[in-house]
């Protein structure tokens, strides 16, 4: 079973711009806190992590910006499927979205009050590129400048996502362009970064100990992260795949596979979830579609044989709160890919938008704190006692936002936005939450 999700799948380059950065070192009273329970290492504070550890928040342009048709940017594919009847379960679209385009300054001081470290956020391609290449948009540059600029001025570390799905409309139409070449006019007005791609992977975990299933669970992982992760590390695809997918899997030249081994400073990985994964030969109409499951001879579910769910739910239908699925998978990393230098680029969970439910009660988020807390732990645990280098950590997300085919149905901010009333944001509990933590030594 997939992310419920329609639309552009698939995998972002990231630009964290270390070196436009200077770091301020700002004493802050060492308060021992962190309510929110759980996790087994005792509380969390900034010590639990190593000096440096990077705390963030995430967000992407398309989610969040609205200002589609503002200081010429171009159309893209997200606009394009928002507005097509039927697409977006709660039929809204992104026009306005939470309007960060008109209120980053706000929002980069609603970063700085939690003591936020760094903030990653996309750069709407078309606002650059309005036609996909060619001409490029001065506007669209200055306006992530001045972002970078007000960041910057709170000591807040930018990490620029170069895309995150909203392909300009006009390169889809002409879809034999080859997007690569356009795509090196964002990298180039960014030299001097260190680059990495976030990966989106969910942590399968066998159905039972059955070897069968254990080869599953591995054989899941390979199609999931391997297919994108592993040509970066070793050149090429997984055996796994090679064997199975056979002469449908494209083949990298010599040079295609020296360009893309060892081109990743460090890797971004967007966590939420685990299922269980068993064994399954039998997918007949995968068969007949050559599809992705059918080829990887399994089926994921947040459910064991006997029905009982993988963990504690969030409130949308694909997300189970199983925070040891974290640290499994940083290990996993390490093992397979010889220690690489990780960022989680995103973790969280979301709520419903129930329009029955008052602010108030919708600022009470325990489970959401009790989430980062407990994913936390096992993240810290898996650096400190599994020595997985890992550097940082971004909470999904800074605010409610659009979240893609759900529409505004599903609230994964650590902010409220108030959509009935001019999107004023409120902070929910776990602002606080983190407030505590990151002014903990
Ligand atoms: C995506 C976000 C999305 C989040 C929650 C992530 O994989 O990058 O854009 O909002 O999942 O579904």
Redesign the pocket.
Known sequence: MG?I?SGPPGQRAMLPLLLLVVVVFVWLPGRCIAQGGGGGGGQLTRGSFPNGFVFGTAA?AY?YEGAVKVDGRGQTIWDTFAHTFGKISDFSNADVAVDQYHRFQEDVQLMADMGMDAYRFSIAWSRILPNGTGQVNQAGIDHYNKVINALLSKGIQPYVTLY??DLPQALEDRSKYKVSTSFSVLFDATQNGQLGIAF?VIWYEPMTNSTIDIEAAKRAQEFQLGWFADPFFFGDYPATMRKRVAERLPKFTADESALVKGALDFMGI?H?TTFYTRNNNTNIIGKLLNDTLADTGTVSLPFDKNGKPIGDRANSIWLYIVPSGMRKLMNYVKERYNSPTVYIT?NGM?DSNNPFTSINDALKDSKRIKYHNDYLTNLAASIKEDGCDVRGYFA??LLDNW??AAGYTSR?GLYFVDYRDNLKRYPKNSVQWFKTLLSSS
Do not use: G
Request: proline share 0%.
């Open positions: 992310r999700k992407a989610q995150h799905w989106d967007n939420y995103e979301d999904w997300s979240e893609w994964f």
